[in-house]
């Protein structure tokens, strides 16, 4: 080596970390290409007794280099935890799975028990991932508490090796009676989309233990993030889930909302820049109010939310103990939103939860065209069969009180409400409670509209129709707070006061239908929670329904009593 190499050497080296049964030579910029260039840190390895950490993150490790690192770490069976992340700067890719893999045979010899692998920005892709399988499969990582995997460009290919290495360690593990309990996983920036999220998704409902996820920047779309919602509902002792960046849609955010509504243990939820729109943010408010109990940080930056939803969302969130942040910059609030929006949290006294507006992008375009999200919703052909009838509908197809012609008249009027079926039928309102579901929100707001089109002058058939929309609603209001606000951000899509995603389409209005609902809210199965939402959304978007006149102003009246009212 040139003397003034060495010279940098032993300046770095002088740099050196000891204590607490670590070894550190972070961020000393070393190049380390061979055997010589680490016979000072190869020594320093050997002498240490009692090594239980170390540190090369921030240097070069090339293949000869790292054989001799790993044949100091031979005689190394307490080692704990490796941070091992940005070590291979400038190498080319087909090095560092060799150096990888000398590395791991190492621990694998001495048989040390790893709790903490970092292995973070380091672009290995996957032959990268290959280079540690074996290593992630073996004993000594049986006992792996925290994995990192941050920006290593692994992508889908890796993902899933990445998963088969995880699912293998776990029955190895499980097989000795001490499964794997991986509690912390972060792979952020690697590309993993949906194929890869799927794969690991897989792991993570098998080990059931995970306390963090981190994966922001993954290219990941809403099948992804389902698959992902299928494995959070199986850890219940998750605390932190990060998944910003990625593409949720209506379709995933319900999904996670679904599985999140079981954990007690959530502090921390960054959904940021995630596409959640106004419907997904609705569901996470109906989250808030069901579960999240000690829930510290929500972030639902950037996800072209509107100043209504944001509100409802913001609600929501000041109500729960624990909450320190609100994270809502970034959507589509407006000036008169975003002001809106402060107003109520300072009037709660909440202003400092709220982070920063600085970067919203204003209203929402309504004629603005809604992104495909490939939604798999597909309409039945009407045939004439019950079963496509009851999938059309949302209904029950499983036992059911009423019999056969009774069932078959509710069916057919559930299809195409008339007058004079509802009229005339004696047990129509129970049959129609009995039926209808909150599990299809788009075929009960559908419904609801449908019947409150036969309102009439006429008393007695008045009270007829509602008789039936309090049965219907009294049903669907009374299901869990995801169910019940899903029916009703679909009921809002259908009149217009909130844009929402697929094939749900604005229904042409009448004053009746505005009037039944003017009744139900004076009921008492018709919460407070229930009228808030309904209200904040008519508020903001009043003129939607300006032709139905003075029956607008009467059902506005009746929500804002409501509102005003404790329960």
């Known amino acids: 080596m040139a003397s003034r190499d060495i010279a940098q050497l032993e300046d770095a080296l002088s740099k050196i970390h000891f204590g607490d049964g670590e070894l550190s030579f972070k961020g000393l910029g070393m190049k380390l290409d061979n055997t010589e260039s680490v016979e000072e840190m190869v020594s320093k390895i050997d002498q240490y007794q009692g090594l239980r950490a170390l540190r090369l993150e921030g240097n070069t490790v090339g293949v000869d280099a790292a054989k001799a690192i790993a044949k100091a770490l031979e005689s190394k069976d307490l080692l704990q ?21 000398t590395l791991g045979s190492a621990l694998m010899s001495a048989g040390s028990r790893l709790t903490e692998l970092d292995l973070s920005d380091n672009a290995f892709g996957p032959d990268g ?13 049986h006992t792996l508490r925290e994995l990192r995997l941050n920006n290593c460009g692994m992508g889908i290919g890796g993902g899933k090796i990445l998963a088969e290495a995880l699912t293998e360690g776990y029955k190895q593990s499980a097989l000795l009676g001490a499964p794997l309990q991986l509690k912390v996983f972060a792979a952020g920036r690697n590309r993993l989309e949906n194929d890869g999220a799927s794969a690991l998704a897989k792991a993570f409902q098998l ?30 002792e998750l ?57 510290k940080e929500l972030n639902l930056s950037f996800g072209e939310i509107t100043d209504a939803a944001a509100l409802v969302v913001a609600q929501a969130a000041v109500e729960k103990p624990d909450m320190e942040k609100v994270l809502l910059n970034g959507n589509c609030l407006g000036e008169d939103g975003c002001e809106a929006l402060r107003d109520m949290m300072d009037d709660m006294d909440r202003g400092d939860m709220l982070g920063s507006l600085s970067d919203d992008e204003g209203e929402l375009d309504e004629d603005e065209e809604d992104e495909d999200d490939d939604s798999s919703d597909e309409c039945c052909e009407e045939n004439g069969e019950c079963e496509d009838i009851i999938k059309e509908n949302g ?22 409400p008339a007058a004079e079926q509802l009229f005339q039928l004696k047990d129509m309102k129970s049959n129609i409670q009995q039926q ?81 609902l003017e009744h139900a809210v004076q009921q008492d199965y018709f919460s407070r929670h229930h009228a808030s939402l309904l209200y904040t959304f008519l508020s903001r978007n009043g003129d939607a329904l300006k032709s139905c006149g003075s029956a607008r102003d009467r059902l506005s009246f009746a929500l804002e009593k409501k509102c005003h009212t404790q329960q």
């Open 81 to 101: 935890r490796c941070y091992w992340s940005d070590m291979f700067t400038g190498r080319l890719r087909s090095e560092i799975p060799i150096a990888l893999r």
């Open 129 to 141: 991932v290959k280079g540690v399988e074996q290593l992630l499969k073996s004993p000594t990582c």
């Open 207 to 236: 080990m059931g233990s995970l306390e963090e996820i981190h994966m922001p920047q993954n290219g990941i779309n809403y099948p992804g993030v389902m698959a992902l919602a299928s494995a959070v509902r199986h850890n219940p």
């Open 239 to 295: 605390r932190v889930l990060n998944l910003n960046d990625n593409t949720f849609t209506k379709w995933g955010t319900l999904a996670m909302a679904e599985a999140l509504k079981h954990l007690r243990n959530v502090q921390v939820i960054n959904f940021g820049d995630c596409l959640v729109r106004s419907e997904g943010a609705i569901a996470l408010a109906a989250l808030l109010r069901d579960g999240m109990p000690i829930l």
């Open 395 to 416: 209904l029950k197809g499983e036992d059911s009180p009423a019999k056969t012609q009774s069932q078959a008249e509710v069916l057919t009027f559930l299809r195409s």
């Open 436 to 516: 209808v579901e909150a599990s299809d929100p788009d075929k009960a707001a559908e419904l609801l509209l449908k019947i409150g089109l036969l309102y009439c002058e006429d008393p007695e058939d008045r009270t007829t129709v509602l008789e039936t929309i309090d049965a219907v609603l009294k049903k669907l209001l009374s299901s869990s707070s995801l169910q019940s606000y899903r029916f009703l951000s679909s009921l809002l899509v259908m009149m217009g006061l909130l844009k929402g995603e697929g094939k749900v389409k604005k229904a042409l209005l009448v004053p009746g239908q505005l009037l039944c």
